[in-house]
């Protein structure tokens, strides 16, 4: 089990322990489990969002609520490829390629990514994302990460290293699971 650290310790993340587990299921797919453990009455979901077929949708701007995150890449270079995945809790998600850090982003249409499984108790959340795209079978770094957002509005970020000053998903000395 991976344990994702808060970029700054708060009351809420205190109360909570962020953990993910990574399952690569074939070169083109991996699945990833995220554990939110901790009373889960005080973390804020954004609501079911489906279209008229009851499918869910490709959106912009997930992380701007809790938002379940991975970052693929070729190595830590700043300069070279990366492919960021978002999914939503409700299940919504989004691909971008990007040529660089933070540069070139582009919305990702190789990548197709599913929640195929949500749990939700009173002690604990668990959510698992299969992510597939022709470009896996070339990265061999994986940064996983989370936004956090809680009841009252405040949210924090999880990742599995913070190596900057600044909370910081993109940077890639924090891609340290190597595929």
Not at 10 to 28: M, W
């Amino acid at each position: 089990m991976l344990e994702l650290k808060p970029f700054a310790e708060t009351d809420f993340t205190k109360l909570f322990k962020v953990e993910s587990q990574v399952y690569v299921t074939s070169p083109d797919e991996v699945i990833l489990e995220y554990f939110l453990l901790g009373p889960t009455r005080h973390l804020h979901f954004p609501p079911q969002h489906e279209d008229a077929d009851g499918e869910v949708l490709r959106r912009d701007e997930l992380w701007k609520t809790t938002c379940l995150e991975a970052f693929f890449s070729f190595d830590q270079s700043a300069d070279s490829p990366y492919l960021e995945v978002n999914c939503s809790p409700n299940g919504d998600w989004n691909a971008y390629s990007f040529t660089s850090y933070r540069q070139g982003m582009k919305s990702d249409g190789t990548a197709s990514v599913n929640l195929i499984h949500r749990s939700l108790e009173s002690d604990q959340a668990i959510f698992r994302v299969k992510i597939q795209s022709p470009a896996l079978r070339q990265f061999k770094k994986l940064g996983i990460t989370a936004v956090i957002e809680f009841s009252d509005g405040s949210k924090s970020y999880f990742a599995l290293s913070h190596p900057a000053a600044q909370a910081d998903f993109h940077n890639k000395a924090a891609f340290s699971y190597s595929l």
